[in-house]
């Protein structure tokens, strides 16, 4: 209360307070001055001292001036004094004089003390300042002491946010970090209510930002009433409506010339910024920018190293790989793992479909339903496939800005993707995905297109030496299946009838793992007799059977199996279907097993062989099964064409060996012929103890025939008579020419009653059918017939024809056309 009175800021009060006291002063010696008398001038001390205090010496010299002379007008004109004597009063004059120094002094003295207080007033303004300047260093430093404990740029910025929000007691505290490679500011975080919002904000291309111009002009902007300033319209409106800012100030981050971000503490209050809140914030923003330098060249350095031992590591990947697969395994992991945490992986181009299809080893974190690894992404689609069409790295800031983006993680919000180029030709693309924007930096990039140069030479190396593996591979298994084959054929040549081979030749095959199928032409028919008597024996191990056959005209199977050219080696292409084909004939559970029990599904690779000699179509061979593919095609092509040779062999042989066992004129054995097989049918029986008849046929009159008619028309009537005796018997029977008009018939598992009734159907059905020679020639014949039977009186085949002879013998004996048997 006293230092307000005594020091008011105001002059209005000390003018009016002197004035009052001077004019009471007047008022009350112009009234009391004749009672009281001259001690009345005492009072004038008053207003005297009070304006020498406020005023000055001068003023307290001059309200005593003025107080004298109105005494002196007061004694004159009132109380009419005369001059002289109010001149010549002694007392009078000391009491003048004595107010005129008490105005004199108490301003001199109030100037001292005045002086004296302001002196007092500065240093401790100044000692305040400087408490208030050590204060501000303490938190700058303890700002700055967080700022060197931090280890990542992202803790970093959150502390100095924080801190320098507090400091400088700012309602909102937002930093934005300066993209250099797009010369823009990115929101990244705020301290105070707008904290979860304001990272989110982003900036429209070339839009003009307060950030951009603090750091253009590289000087701290204070706007303490921001409506009424020149940058009300660089603000953009979404952040004037979130922040409600009334006074701005501007904190420029520049460390060496670089530009480093801005940091803006806003008020939501207007006010004045005092020189010291600009120096201290000049003072925060160097310091600032010195310590985001600090731990921008230590993770950039932290980075380097890492990005070294990345570049380091690819480099040794495929040394210790040994496939694409793994190199490309090895690659995301070490990428993904030190460079890029979120979604991370390469896409290999599918040239066939013109697709990117994801490697296994594409790491996504989706929150979709899709699975990433399922989605193929066609050339020109999307980022990646764009990228992987024109082979330039793309580098995203916010992919909400794309249009018809490919969203496989909806938390997605910038991306980075680089061509896998190998001398111009792509390979793929390596996509990396940041659920941040702007995550990406031009540094990111340059180190993405070293890695896909890296990862694209890799590949190709691999994908050569993979190459090469599989052509020793495949050049090993090409040696295996000659030796094999060359078994099989040595084996085959053996064979003696074309029976034989196609046995030989399936046995062969399934002792290599491999399951066959054999068709034969038909010339005649034209017809393809496709015999898969292998596929049903071997499910029960029995021996397989002609009779499993699936006949088709030649020239429906191009259609019927989907095959091109029936005469070129090829693929099936469609083996299922093909199979189920010519298994149709079957129970369809039984169709069902043979083909799980001999592994056809739609991707069986079936490899079809013509068996061509001399451009004439023999048949042909269908291989599949253990390792064999359309790889080993020009080999099977060799082995067919040396089957087909072989088969012609066996072919013509067992036509030389027929012709020498054949009698030319009746088709049927000749002597010969009979014996050598009839033996073989004789000893089995003897051995198994079973029966065995004999019966000897001879026309009866046959000599007359030749007599009257001639040498033709006996041969005809001996061709007749032979068919005749042939379609009587049954196919396990043995029929032969034993010489002139006589055959004998052998039949194994048969003893001698069923024997003759086999004798006398045969004698019924020779002289029930006459024989056409010509329209106006017919001829009627008959025929004696002998039957024996093996027993232990027989030790040979001879003896049991010469019986059956015998037998025959009688029959004519007895009169022709009639059954004897040899007892």
């Given at each position: ?15 009016l ?21 001259p001690?009345?001038?005492a ?8 304006a ?72 401790q303004?100044?000692e ?35 801190r ?5 007691n ?79 100030l ?30 201290h ?25 890492k990005?070294l ?22 690659a ?35 929150t ?58 792509i ?16 540094n ?13 030479t ?7 030496r ?6 020793m ?5 090409s040696?295996?299946l ?33 399951a ?40 429906k ?25 010519i ?10 097993e ?30 599949w ?33 027929n ?56 041969d ?64 009627h ?7 024996a ?6 030790p ?12 025959m ?8 056309d ?6």
């Amino acid at each position: 209360m006293f230092e307000a009175l005594a020091y008011p800021r105001s002059k209005t009060f000390p003018r009016l307070l002197v004035a009052g006291l001077w004019v009471s002063y007047l008022l009350v010696f112009g009234l009391f001055h004749g009672r009281v008398g001259p001690d009345l001038v005492a009072l004038a001390v008053f207003p005297i001292f009070t304006a020498g205090w406020y005023f000055g010496p001068r003023f307290g010299v001059a309200i005593a001036g003025l107080s004298i002379t109105a005494n002196y007008i007061f004694l004159f004109f009132q109380d009419h004094h005369p001059v002289s004597i109010i001149v010549l009063d002694v007392g009078a004059w000391i009491a003048n004089l004595t107010l005129i120094f008490i105005g004199g002094v108490t301003g001199n003295l109030s100037a001292l003390v005045r002086r004296h207080r302001a002196t007092s007033i500065q240093l401790q303004n100044l000692e305040n300042d400087r408490e208030s300047h050590v204060h501000f260093l303490s938190l700058l430093n303890d700002i700055t002491l967080a700022a060197l404990e931090t280890t990542d740029l992202e803790s970093l910025i959150e502390t100095l946010v924080k801190r320098t929000g507090e400091l400088f007691n700012a309602d909102t505290c937002t930093f934005n970090l300066w993209d250099e490679a797009t010369q823009s500011p990115i929101p990244k975080t705020a301290y105070g209510y707008a904290s979860e919002t304001f990272p989110a904000i982003r900036f429209a291309p070339r839009e003009t930002q307060l950030a951009s111009l603090v750091l253009f002009s590289g000087k701290l902007l204070a706007v303490p009433d921001l409506a009424n300033s020149p940058y009300r319209d660089k603000i953009n409106p979404r952040i004037a409506a979130l922040f409600g800012t009334q006074s701005l100030l501007g904190l420029p981050l520049i460390a060496h010339g670089r530009k480093l971000g801005a940091i803006f503490l806003s008020y939501r209050q207007p006010r004045s910024f005092s020189e010291q809140e600009i120096e201290h914030a000049e003072l925060a923003s160097r310091q600032i920018a010195l310590a985001l330098t600090r731990i921008q060249s230590f993770e950039d350095s932290e980075r380097r190293v890492k990005e070294l031992a990345v570049l380091h590591e690819i480099a040794m990947a495929p040394a210790q790989v040994e496939s694409v697969d793994q190199l490309l395994d090895r690659a995301t992991e070490i990428i993904g793992r030190n460079l890029f945490p979120d979604n991370f992986g390469v896409l290999l181009l599918d040239e066939t479909n013109n697709i990117l299809v994801p490697h296994r080893s594409y790491r996504v974190y989706a929150t979709n339903d899709n699975d990433p690894h399922q989605i193929t992404v066609p050339l020109g689609e999307g980022v990646t496939g764009q990228v992987a069409q024109d082979g330039r790295t793309r580098r995203i800031g916010d992919v909400n800005q794309i249009e018809k983006y490919l969203n496989v993680d909806s938390r997605t919000r910038s991306e980075l993707c680089v061509p896998l180029k190998a001398k111009e030709h792509i390979l793929g693309v390596i996509n990396a995905e940041s659920r941040e924007a702007n995550a990406f930096s031009a540094n990111d990039e340059n180190l993405m297109d070293i890695l896909a140069g890296q990862l694209a030479t890799a590949l190709e190396y691999l994908r050569s030496r993979e190459a090469e593996r599989h052509w020793m591979a495949t050049l090993a298994h090409s040696n295996e299946l000659i030796s094999a084959l060359s078994h099989v054929t040595t084996q085959v040549e053996r064979a003696f009838n074309p029976s034989d081979v196609i046995r030989i030749v399936e046995e062969e095959f399934q002792k290599m793992g491999l399951a066959s199928l054999l068709s034969s032409y038909q010339t005649e028919t034209g017809q393809m007799l496709i015999q898969f008597g292998a596929l049903i024996s071997n499910r029960d191990g029995k021996t397989g059977s002609s009779a499993f056959v699936y006949q088709v005209q030649a020239e429906k199977m191009e259609t019927l199996f989907g095959i091109e050219n029936i005469l070129s080696p090829m693929v099936l292409p469609a083996p299922l279907k093909t199979m189920e084909t010519i298994l149709q004939g079957l129970p369809q559970n039984v169709v069902a097993e043979i083909l799980s029990e001999k592994d056809v599904t739609a991707d069986t690779e079936i490899i079809h062989l013509p068996l061509l000699f001399e451009d004439r179509l023999l048949g042909a061979l269908w291989l599949w099964g253990k390792d064999l593919t359309r790889a080993d095609l020009p080999v099977m092509s060799i082995f067919a064409r040396q089957m087909a040779i072989t088969l012609e062999n066996a072919r013509l042989f067992e036509e030389v060996q027929n012709l020498a066992i054949t009698d030319p004129l009746t088709g049927l054995y000749n002597r010969r012929g009979l014996f050598e097989i009839g033996r073989i049918e004789f000893a089995r029986s003897r051995r198994a103890n079973r029966a065995f008849t004999a019966i000897m046929v001879d026309i009866d009159h046959f000599k007359q025939v030749n007599d009257t008619y001639g040498h033709f028309t006996g041969d005809r009537v001996l061709q007749s008579f032979s068919h005749l005796c042939q379609s009587q018997i049954r196919e396990v029977d043995l029929i032969g020419r034993y010489g002139g008009e006589e055959i004998v018939i052998l039949l194994p598992e048969t003893n001698l009653t069923a024997g003759v009734e086999v004798a006398e159907r045969l004698r019924r059905a020779i002289a029930s059918t006459p024989v056409k020679i010509t329209d106006e020639l017919v001829l009627h014949i008959t025929a004696s017939l002998g039957a024996a039977q093996q027993d232990g009186n027989t030790p040979n085949l001879e003896t049991l024809i010469a019986r059956a002879d015998q037998a025959m013998y009688i029959a004519k004996h007895k009169g022709r056309d009639r059954v004897a048997m040899s007892s």
